[in-house]
């Protein structure tokens, strides 16, 4: 694997994330084989980019963290998110501080924001990844059949493993990437149905090892269309692209046999003893003092001071239980879901191709009933987040509406 130079992390989430890539890296041998070209390899670490990661896995955030932290910019990762999730205890505190980009409920209002901060954070002189999840939340069978339904009702091609992108938040991003971000990566993540170790943080913490593929493609900024329109219709494209890729991977292991996507060669990226150091340091620095204490304490006859530090351990404990549960798929945001008659979904093959959106009379997509509409009968909020968000919080996965049109916003080519 190719050295790269240091570089100082400017986000305050480096510490957490750092501890957390430990555990998959070197507590439970978690190992991520990415298939990437050399001239695509050769440019990771070196620029400011926009990811583009289907959204699929339990942890897929921490695989995504894991390739982040080998090509040394994990310190510089920065994530979209609802404005209220900076009041939150550690983690909201943590992501305000790495100076994440928190959104209102207004879409006029969040375009200016997002061009603000764009521009604020790619003025750093090391290079700043943005990890965007285009499907919005996380895929489960519910969810993916609310998908189908959306898009044979609108005309456009089901996807069998994904969920359909939402444009809006690609779309007013791109033109202040277009200023300074030179490249866009696709990310395509895929771990074997067959895999006797279920990609779940709990086989993580047990230390449990997982085997991930990613494929990783570079895109150059300069290629994508500048006109709205059709920059959300390649992001469309794209994601009918991955999902022939996630298709092959899942029929004959790998993502290149069927899905028309050239073939990338083979690189595992190598563990590094930095999170090793890191983690060992912290223990030793928080853990020894407080241990010392608190015996102390029990020791002296200090019951109640004892009792009081062991239950602030405690209570921090279930904080990490809590954070881990709501992490599961089971426990995912509701966004998007309709109930199924059997619990599961049928296969869909794509089929009919993608043709334009109905309008109504005042020219603004029409809206039929479906799992996509709110009660009211009115537009569901959609959401416009990063991997990086994924830690523990996907039930507030869903509250980020930049956008009140049909998931996709915009007409798909006829």
């Not at 569901?380 to 990063?386: I, K, S, T």
Request: net charge neutral; glycine share 6%.
């Amino acid at each position: 694997m190719r050295e790269f130079e240091n570089r100082r992390p400017h986000g305050a989430n480096v510490l957490p994330a750092n501890k957390l890539v430990f555990l998959a890296d070197w507590w439970s041998d978690t190992k991520l084989n990415v298939y990437i070209s050399d001239e695509d390899m050769k440019y990771c670490g070196t620029e400011h980019v926009l990811l583009l990661m289907n959204h699929t896995y339990e942890i897929d955030w921490l695989l995504g963290w894991m390739f982040c932290e080998k090509v040394r910019v994990l310190g510089n990762c920065k994530a979209y998110a609802k404005k209220v999730i900076q009041y939150i205890p550690t983690i909201g505190w943590a992501w305000k501080f790495a100076e994440f980009v928190f959104l209102e409920r207004s879409f006029e209002k969040d375009r200016e924001i997002i061009g603000r901060q764009i521009n604020e954070i790619l003025d750093y002189p090391d290079p700043v990844w943005l990890l965007l999840n285009a499907e919005g939340t996380r895929f489960t069978e519910q969810k993916h059949e609310a998908s189908v339904k959306f898009a044979q009702e609108k005309g456009m091609v089901p996807l069998k493993h994904h969920l359909i992108p939402r444009t809006k938040g690609f779309t007013a991003s791109l033109p202040y990437l277009r200023e300074k971000c030179p490249s866009v990566l696709d990310i395509q993540l895929g771990i074997s149905k067959d895999s006797k170790v279920k990609p779940t943080i709990f086989n993580i913490l047990n230390g449990k090892p997982i085997e991930a593929h990613m494929c990783v493609r570079r895109f150059p900024t300069a290629t994508l269309p500048e006109r709205e329109e059709e920059a959300a219709v390649w992001l469309q494209d794209l994601y009918l692209e991955k999902d022939r890729m996630q298709d092959s991977f899942h029929r004959t292991g790998s993502f290149f046999t069927d899905s028309g996507v050239a073939e990338r060669p083979k690189l595992q990226l190598h563990r590094r003893p930095t999170t090793l150091v890191n983690t060992v340091f912290w223990v030793v620095a928080t853990l020894t003092p407080m241990l010392y204490y608190l015996m102390k304490l029990l020791f002296s006859g200090e019951i109640l001071y004892f009792s009081i530090g062991a239950g602030i351990i405690f209570a921090f404990y279930m904080l990490m239980v809590k954070a881990i549960g709501m992490s599961k798929i089971s426990k995912a945001s509701s966004y998007g879901a309709e109930k199924l008659k059997n619990g599961h979904s049928p296969t869909h093959e794509p089929s009919a191709p993608p043709m334009e959106s109905s309008k109504d009379n005042s020219g603004g997509s029409s809206w039929s009933e479906g799992p996509w509409q709110n009660g009211s009968g009115g537009p569901q909020h959609y959401d416009f987040l990063v991997l990086d968000q994924k830690l523990g919080w996907s039930s507030l996965n869903d509250v980020v509406p930049l956008t009140d049109e049909a998931p996709g916003g915009h007409q798909l080519r006829p």
